[in-house]
Nanobody
Framework: QVQLVESGGGSVQAGGSLRLSCAAS????????MGWFRQAPGKEREGVAS???????TYADSVKGRFTISQDNAKKTLYLQMNSLKPEDTALYYC???????????????WGQGTQVTVSS
């Protein structure tokens, strides 16, 4: 059973930084795409960043230049380094995975429970 467990959320002031982690377990596939999504109160869930097993990264325009997605394959851990945080980055951040080489598309196999990020002005 695939499991994803996020950590690293918290409360920071605007301009601050946080690093989210997502520990994955329960699979042996080497071909996948992992991603970070977020959902703010009253808003739809939106994609933040993704990375495939080949290391190719994509970012939402709203976070380009501020967020960096990375992975440690040996530890099966996904990271999201968030710098220059803004109040509009406040949301519940989710980690997700799909066992497919492409990060394109809307279908994901497993989701974590989420970690809250709150940015105050």
């Amino acid at each position: 059973q695939v499991q994803l467990v996020e950590s690293g959320g918290g409360s920071v002031q605007a301009g601050g930084s946080l690093r989210l982690s997502c520990a994955a377990s329960g699979y042996t596939y080497n071909t996948y795409c992992m991603g970070w999504f977020r959902q703010a109160p009253g808003k739809e869930r939106e994609g933040v960043a993704s990375i495939d097993s080949g290391g190719r990264r994509t970012y939402a325009d709203s976070v380009k230049g501020r967020f960096t997605i990375s992975q440690d394959n040996a530890k099966k851990t996904l990271y999201l380094q968030m710098n220059s945080l803004k109040p509009e980055d406040t949301a519940l951040y989710y980690c997700t995975i799909r066992f497919h080489p492409s990060c394109s598309g809307d279908i994901w196999d497993t989701w974590g429970q989420g970690t809250q990020v709150t940015v105050s002005s």
